[in-house]
């Protein structure tokens, strides 16, 4: 006990960087980093493929133009088959970007690089007034 209160500064500076360094994984369950621009920005100009890890059933409802479906419970066996250029840039969405965030991990496993999680998800892009198509 005399140890901390000798030392409370050397260990509120590490509690403080301990702090510092979680922040990037905490902001990253809540969604990516990508935002809707971004996202188009990506399929315009390197030719991403967006891929929705939604159910079938929310996929049908609404998705991303061009979106190709592999739930999220599917995506390490089938995201091979879809996506077999590793090179190109994925974007991962769902409807609100928290499955989307796990999925980047699972891609970024597989050896999809430059995989990344759209912020917000869905209704991100609905918000940026972007085209939905439904199946």
Not at 9 to 27: D, E, F, H, K
Not at 53 to 81: I, T
Not at 93 to 100: F, I
Request: charged share 20%.
């Amino acid at each position: 006990m005399n140890f901390i209160v000798e030392n409370w500064m050397i260990i509120a500076v590490a509690l403080a960087s301990g702090t510092m360094l979680m922040l990037p994984v905490i902001q990253g369950a809540t969604g990516g980093q990508l935002s809707a621009a971004g996202a188009v920005q990506l399929i315009n100009r390197e030719k991403a493929v967006v891929v929705d890890v939604c159910e079938a059933d929310e996929f049908a409802a609404g998705h991303v133009g061009g979106a190709r479906n592999v739930p999220f419970s599917e995506l390490e066996k089938r995201l091979p088959e879809v996506v077999k250029n590793k090179a190109l840039p994925v974007i991962l969405v769902c409807t609100t970007g928290g499955r989307a965030a796990r999925a980047e991990g699972v891609a970024k496993k597989l050896g999809y690089e430059r995989a990344q999680a759209m912020a917000g998800g869905l209704k991100a892009w609905k918000e940026a007034n972007l085209p939905i198509e439904k199946a």
